[in-house]
C-alpha cells in the first residue's frame, strides 16, 4: 500500500491505494472530465505543499508536475507513457532516493506566484 492520497476529475478521493490501483487512475486519464490526478503523501508534516500530479488529454503526452514546498521549488516535464508516469508516481510516493533523476524538469512558475 502507498501511503498516500489521491484526488482525480472526476472527483475521486483515495487513500492508502495500491500501485496497480494507482496504475490504472493514471492509465485511463485524457477524455473530458477524467483528465487529472493530484497525489500527496499521508501525513507528510514537512512545510509548504508537496504534491505530484499529471495532466493528459487525448492522445498527448503526460504533462507531469511536483512541488516540493514553495513555488520556486515546482517542475514539470512531459512523460509519453502511462507506465513511465506511474513508475515516477510511485517512486515519488515511497520517498525513493533519486526519484526524479533521468527526467529533465524544468521549473514552473505560476502566473500568480510570479506577481509578488
Not at 54 to 74: F, I, K, M, Q
Amino acid at each position: 500500500m502507498l501511503p498516500i492520497t489521491v484526488n482525480t476529475e472526476p472527483g475521486e478521493l483515495r487513500s492508502g491505494i495500491e500501485a496497480e490501483e494507482l496504475a490504472g487512475l493514471i492509465a485511463r486519464l485524457g477524455a473530458d472530465g477524467d483528465r487529472f490526478v493530484v497525489v500527496e503523501q499521508l501525513a507528510d508534516e514537512r512545510e509548504g505543499d508537496h504534491y505530484i500530479q499529471t495532466w493528459h488529454e487525448g492522445d498527448g503526452p503526460y504533462e507531469v508536475e511536483y512541488r516540493d514546498g514553495s513555488p520556486e521549488r515546482h517542475f514539470g516535464v512531459r512523460i509519453e507513457s502511462a507506465e513511465e508516469v506511474t513508475a515516477v508516481f510511485v517512486a515519488w510516493a515511497r520517498a525513493a532516493e533519486g526519484w526524479a533523476d533521468g527526467y529533465a524538469w524544468e521549473r514552473i512558475a505560476l502566473p500568480d506566484e510570479t506577481d509578488h
